[in-house]
């Protein structure tokens, strides 16, 4: 139990920033960012004022949350697959 702890500490503090660094550098999640932002303007534009907007607002924020807690899980796997490699390699050297 004490290491799903420390894992979600390093995966929040890495995700928090390591990761925030490393996609201010990295092309196609700057293209995605500004082709998302462009979409997003463009949904807001058509949209009526009103009840429409909310609805789609609240879709838009679920995916988002939905999209941030598959790359929380995506990353701690990540890091139990790499944890566990290293074991591994370390047994045949």
Same mark, same amino acid.
């Not at 534009?45 to 949350?65: I, Y």
């Not at 890091?79 to 045949?92: N, P, T």
């Given at each position: 139990m004490k290491k799903e702890k420390l894992l979600d500490i390093l995966a929040e503090e890495r995700m928090g920033t390591a990761l925030e660094e490393a996609l201010k550098e990295d092309g196609e999640y700057q293209h995605e960012l500004g082709e998302q932002?462009?979409?997003f303007g463009?949904?807001?534009?058509?949209?009526?004022?009103? &009840? %429409? $907007?909310?609805?789609?607002?609240?879709?838009?924020?679920?995916?988002?949350?939905?999209?941030?807690a598959y790359g929380m899980a995506a990353y701690r796997q990540g890091?139990?697959?790499?944890?566990?490699?290293?074991? &591994? %390699? $370390?047994?045949?050297a």
């Open positions: 932002e462009t979409a463009e949904m807001i534009r058509l949209l009526p004022d009103g &009840e %429409l $907007e909310t609805v789609v607002d609240r879709a838009v924020s679920a995916t988002n949350s939905c999209g941030a890091f139990k697959d790499g944890v566990r490699v290293a074991r &591994e %390699l $370390e047994k045949i």
